[in-house]
């Protein structure tokens, strides 16, 4: 006959699977405790930190007159979910130019590589900046997102894409200086004008006309092929004198070919002194 169980005997199992179960949510308390400390995970698993999954922005966009000037820094995060180990991003850089219909992707130093993040760590922050941009030219990047178990397995991937760089063109800013008369030929009749006209602008401009009245009768418009910034150059005109009370205007770029700033200094007009006066001052621009 066996002896009866007594209650220590009878506790002896309870306590050691308390034993157990308690090593066993210790093991894995460390883990929980460590995303708890975060957030908490949504229905699709994505740890919630800052409300999304992933982020991806245009950091910062500086422009400028030059190529050396002008760059972008681009920035994305992502966040931890369960069973991740690490994480890992990579920057694709496109660019669109009035040439192309659309982005292109072009080549750049750092793109196109893994940026990988610590073990463990809930959120990861990765930075691709890209610098000598032309202009005028528009860029973003698309960013790759993966996440790896402790194998190195991938168990998430996605792509976002970033706002929009926008690289302007340096403009030029076209003004007339001065206009100033000399005796033309011949001299009783006849005057020669010289239109000073500048461009003050960051930019080159391009082909543009310069207009030009005596009393309200038109000259023919003078072409000037090209006025780098800082610069300027002086029309000729050769028309009928101009007497005292006659009216004379010049006017920089009338069919407006030029993309520039508003500036009213494009246009000046001025009652003729007397002979003895050779020389009207326009506005000085900006």
Same mark, same amino acid.
């Given at each position: 006959?066996?002896?009866?169980?007594?209650?220590v005997?009878?506790?002896?199992?309870?306590?050691?699977?308390?034993?157990?179960?308690?090593?066993a949510?210790?093991?894995?308390?460390?883990?929980?405790?460590?995303?708890?400390r975060?957030?908490?995970f949504?229905?699709?698993?994505?740890?919630?930190?800052?409300?999304a999954?992933?982020?991806a922005?245009?950091a910062?966009?500086?422009?400028?007159?030059?190529?050396l000037?002008?760059?972008?820094?681009f920035?994305?995060?992502?966040?931890?979910? =369960?069973?991740?180990?690490?994480?890992?991003?990579?920057?694709?850089l496109?660019?669109?130019?009035?040439?192309?219909?659309g982005?292109?992707?072009?080549?750049a130093?750092?793109?196109?590589?893994?940026?990988?993040?610590?073990?463990?760590?809930?959120?990861?922050?990765?930075?691709?900046?890209?610098?000598?941009?032309?202009?005028?030219a528009?860029?973003?990047?698309?960013v790759?997102?993966?996440w790896?178990?402790?194998?190195?397995?991938?168990?998430?991937?996605?792509?976002?894409?970033?706002?929009?760089?926008?690289?302007?063109?340096?403009?030029?800013?076209l003004?007339i200086?001065?206009?100033?008369?000399?005796p033309?030929?011949?001299?009783?009749?006849?005057?020669?004008?010289?239109?000073?006209v500048?461009?003050?602008?960051?930019?080159?401009?391009?082909?543009f006309?310069?207009?030009?009245?005596?009393?309200?009768? =038109?000259? =023919?418009?003078q072409?000037?092929?090209?006025?780098?910034?800082?610069?300027?150059t002086?029309?000729q005109?050769?028309g009928?004198?101009?007497? =005292?009370g006659?009216t004379?205007?010049?006017?920089?770029?009338?069919?407006?070919?030029?993309?520039?700033?508003?500036?009213?200094?494009?246009?000046?007009?001025?009652?003729?002194?007397?002979?003895?006066?050779?020389?009207?001052?326009g506005?000085?621009?900006?």
């Amino acid at each position: 006959m066996k002896p009866p169980r007594t209650l220590v005997g009878l506790l002896i199992p309870i306590v050691v699977a308390a034993v157990v179960a308690s090593a066993a949510s210790a093991a894995t308390a460390p883990a929980r405790v460590a995303y708890q400390r975060v957030g908490a995970f949504d229905r699709q698993g994505a740890l919630r930190l800052s409300g999304a999954l992933v982020t991806a922005s245009v950091a910062a966009c500086t422009t400028g007159s030059s190529d050396l000037q002008r760059a972008a820094t681009f920035s994305a995060q992502m966040n931890a979910v =369960p069973g991740t180990r690490t994480m890992s991003m990579s920057f694709d850089l496109y660019e669109q130019t009035s040439a192309s219909s659309g982005y292109v992707a072009v080549n750049a130093p750092g793109f196109g590589l893994w940026q990988t993040s610590n073990r463990g760590i809930a959120s990861f922050t990765a930075n691709e900046n890209v610098v000598d941009l032309p202009a005028p030219a528009s860029f973003r990047a698309l960013v790759h997102y993966r996440w790896l178990d402790r194998h190195g397995r991938v168990i998430r991937r996605t792509d976002r894409v970033t706002a929009a760089c926008v690289e302007t063109a340096p403009e030029p800013d076209l003004f007339i200086v001065r206009i100033t008369r000399a005796p033309g030929s011949p001299p009783k009749t006849t005057m020669l004008y010289g239109v000073v006209v500048r461009n003050s602008g960051p930019g080159a401009a391009g082909a543009f006309e310069v207009a030009f009245s005596v009393n309200g009768t =038109p000259l =023919p418009d003078q072409q000037v092929t090209a006025l780098a910034p800082q610069t300027a150059t002086t029309v000729q005109f050769s028309g009928p004198r101009c007497t =005292p009370g006659s009216t004379i205007t010049a006017q920089v770029d009338p069919a407006g070919a030029i993309t520039e700033p508003p500036d009213p200094s494009r246009t000046i007009a001025y009652t003729c002194p007397s002979p003895s006066g050779t020389t009207a001052s326009g506005a000085t621009g900006s």
